[in-house]
């Protein structure tokens, strides 16, 4: 967030930054309730995902899709954040995940794809899935393993490169883009590609309080600065994710295209994705949460950009 926090001071608009790294002034996780108490003036990055049940429909980036960047998943949040479609009681996403909580928010730009990667195992037919043990960072990833068959281990990418190394997990979920952060080049040795594991997204986040005591060049300013950061973030991690990808092809890993695996594997992994959606979807309906109708939205933001969602949850949204 510091190309972010640069350009708006170098705008000269009367706004600087205290800048406080990592978890230095506030817990990951903890963002929402630090900017509500003016512990912090600016969540750079707020968590969503961290926050449980708190922002219920911003895990939507992280449903599986086919052949998405994260330019493309960056673009298509920004649309879905400014999209007037009314999702439930008259309000739009921005409404249901942070303006009703008094915030104001940006994207930070999405992690590239997360790919399934494992320590050497060769994932070739449904059954090399069956109860292999493989991390999970998310509750969609643990409902996208169950599915695959897998065992799901939930644990922080931080706290698994020792279980990786002792193969206590052997696989993970986690962008290309990221291993060099964990020291996992030396660990995945098997990868799939093609297929999206979904995209990891936060907020670059103030309370509404502090975005109105902006005057309004502040704040036009501030909005075009974190559109164009949160894009030009996109665009770097996508450039990262192919260098990491062919300096780990270079010593050794396997990459794998969906398209290469067995017919079997292919529609294994498909149905998996697709039943993670409508899990996804009717979990959240239950709990009284417009997900189909976002769920819908983002399928056509994704579609709308040349990539794909899974079929059968194209089918389940009558989307064909």
Do not use: C
């Not at 991390?135 to 490169?161: F, K, Q, W």
């Amino acid at each position: 967030m510091d190309p972010f926090a640069d350009a708006i001071e170098e705008a000269d608009i009367g706004i600087d930054f205290n800048r406080f790294y990592s978890g230095a002034l506030i817990t990951p996780g903890q963002e929402l309730g630090g900017l509500r108490g003016g512990i912090a003036s600016v969540a750079a990055p707020l968590l969503a995902p961290y926050h449980e049940g708190r922002f219920p429909l911003s895990d939507i980036t992280q449903l599986p899709t086919l052949e998405t960047s994260s330019e493309l998943v960056t673009e298509a949040l920004l649309e879905l954040m400014d999209s007037d479609a009314e999702l439930s009681n008259g309000k739009t996403f921005y409404d249901y995940e942070l303006g009703d909580k008094d915030i104001r928010g940006w994207p930070v730009g999405a992690t590239s794809a997360y790919s399934l990667a494992t320590t050497g195992i060769e994932l070739r037919d449904p059954s090399d899935l069956d109860g292999l043990p493989i991390r999970a960072g998310s509750p969609l990833h643990t409902i996208l393993l169950e599915e695959l068959g897998a065992t799901p281990v939930t644990m922080t990418s931080a706290d698994s490169y020792e279980a990786l190394s002792r193969n206590t997990v052997e696989g993970t979920i986690l962008s290309i883009a990221d291993w060099p952060s964990y020291s996992f080049e030396e660990l995945l040795e098997y990868v799939i590609t093609g297929i999206s594991m979904g995209h990891w997204e936060s907020y670059l986040a103030v309370t509404e309080d502090t975005w109105q005591g902006f005057n309004d060049e502040q704040r036009k300013v501030w909005d075009r600065i974190a559109r164009e950061v949160a894009l030009e973030n996109a665009r770097h991690i996508d450039r990262r994710e192919i260098e990491v990808r062919e300096k780990s092809a270079a010593a050794g890993t396997t990459f794998v295209e969906i398209g290469e695996l067995s017919a079997s594997m292919q529609e294994h992994m498909s149905e998996a994705a697709s039943r993670t959606w409508i899990r996804w979807i009717e979990q959240l309906e239950d709990n009284g949460h417009p997900a189909r109708s976002a769920a819908i939205l983002w399928a056509e933001l994704i579609e709308k950009r040349g990539s794909k969602i899974p079929e059968g949850a194209a089918e389940y949204l009558n989307l064909n």
